[in-house]
């Protein structure tokens, strides 16, 4: 790499980490699973001589992750895994504290990749041995462009649904050639920060975008996995009439027994005034469809990437004309006079336009993802190449690291009642395939 790329860190203004190390401050008492696994595991260090590439939204809550690895004794890299999520108080705050950070809020594909890049190698020469990925982006990276990487990581801990099936894909394929962890199905994360963390950031996004009452609107959610409930629930209790689009008959019959109007794309496009897609898949929301819709219907992402909203037609249609009203809000008027307010350019809009989840949510996460790097690197023998998870007992202690903050008191089973159930009085207390 020349000069210029050896950059020890590049955020777009590191005047702003007095402001960043502030909200960091406050992020932490609200991130009590995090400060539980400091001083847990601090004085011992686990993730000694780890070298770990992150590639995750560059937010506060995510630099008090970085700073909990760093306390366990791992040496840190990071990126952003979205060109418009990073908080530049926090990455400013991060490069001050002397982790190589590359992220900016705005950044183009080409220094979205390039800034990856920074981080497969480390100030002293060496390269990564651990991935954080949230998404796949970095996974891939290292897969198809530094395949003389590989063969030193130990592991890969993936945050994210879309990330998670690149792996399974890869994996199915052949193309896996490193352990992972899909913390993303960890109960403490999936049921935890898809469906409540979106309750709450989904239309903090929205609002602070367009000012819109939602209170009385037609709101189309996309899905409805965990993300897509916890959107649809959020727009109800705004006062929205939510209507569901689903291709799999038990998330639409669940979506119908909560009281939700079920239907097609096509039958929801001309009336909805707000539109959400929460699946993870491409195409969701087409050309044909926002043709049709009504005059500044809002269109907005909460999945992981700008596919699931036809944003390429929309930019290359030019019968369209494109007005910027501000930074990630634009409104694209048809021919017929009509138009349509994308939000965060088809990409999350909980991040892109708002500061994504709340940190004791994120805290939940962020866990699942410390406990998933310190298993690759104190365990490596305990995983071959595939996506495996994290046992239960782990799940369980995560959640009962954020019990006391919200004046929760669990019931502590009996040994009779704890035999009667064919459990341990300490847990786990569900098996595996429990649905919870």
């Not at 480390?122 to 990925?133: K, M, Y």
């Not at 903090?204 to 649809?232: E, H, Q, S, W």
């Not at 050309?287 to 929309?314: K, R, S």
Request: net charge negative; hydrophobic share 40%; proline share 4%.
């Amino acid at each position: 790499m020349s000069q210029v790329e050896r950059l020890s860190y590049k955020v777009k203004d590191l005047s702003l980490a007095a402001w960043g190390r502030r909200e960091i401050i406050l992020a932490e008492n609200e991130m009590p699973g995090l400060m539980a696994l400091r001083e847990k595991y601090g004085e011992t260090k686990p993730l000694a001589g780890a070298r770990i590439a992150g590639c995750l939204h560059m937010t506060i809550q995510t630099a008090v992750l970085i700073e909990t690895l760093v306390e366990l004794g791992a040496d840190v890299t990071w990126s952003s895994c979205n060109i418009f999520s990073t908080q530049d108080h926090a990455a400013a705050a991060i490069a001050e504290a002397g982790v190589p950070v590359y992220a900016w809020k705005g950044m183009t594909e080409e220094e979205f990749d390039w800034c990856i890049e920074q981080t497969l190698v480390f100030p002293d020469g060496q390269p990564l041995n651990l991935i954080l990925d949230d998404g796949g982006d970095l996974t891939a990276m290292v897969h198809d462009r530094f395949p003389e990487y590989l063969a030193d990581i130990k592991g890969i801990s993936e945050e994210t649904t879309t990330g998670v099936h690149r792996l399974y894909h890869m994996f199915a394929n052949g193309e896996l050639k490193v352990p992972s962890i899909n913390v993303n199905d960890s109960v403490t994360k999936s049921k935890f920060d898809n469906l409540y963390g979106c309750r709450e950031s989904l239309v903090d996004g929205i609002k602070r975008a367009t000012d819109v009452m939602v209170a009385g609107k037609a709101a189309v959610v996309c899905g409805y996995g965990d993300v897509g409930k916890g959107c649809a629930h959020s727009l109800q209790r705004y006062g929205a009439r939510v209507i569901v689009t689903e291709i799999d008959p038990i998330n639409a019959l669940q979506a119908c027994m909560e009281g939700f109007q079920v239907m097609t794309m096509e039958e929801a496009a001309p009336i909805g005034n707000i539109f959400v897609t929460t699946t993870g898949n491409k195409d969701v929301i087409r050309g044909e469809h926002m043709e049709v819709m009504p005059n500044d219907a809002i269109v907005c992402n909460i999945g992981h990437f700008d596919t699931e909203i036809d944003v390429a037609w929309l930019n290359s249609n030019s019968t369209l004309s494109k007005e910027e009203i501000k930074p990630q809000v634009d409104r694209y008027t048809f021919e017929d006079g009509h138009s349509i307010i994308l939000l965060a350019e088809g990409r999350l809009v909980n991040l892109g336009c708002a500061t994504g989840h709340p940190s004791f949510v994120m805290s939940n996460s962020f866990c699942n993802q410390v406990l998933a790097q310190i298993a690759f690197w104190t365990e490596p023998e305990k995983y071959d190449i595939g996506v495996h998870f994290l046992p239960k007992e782990l799940d369980e202690e995560v959640a009962r690291l954020h019990l006391a903050q919200l004046g929760a008191k669990l019931t502590v089973l009996t040994q009779e009642q704890a035999d009667y159930i064919g459990v341990s009085v300490e847990g786990p207390f569900k098996p595996d395939h429990y649905r919870y």
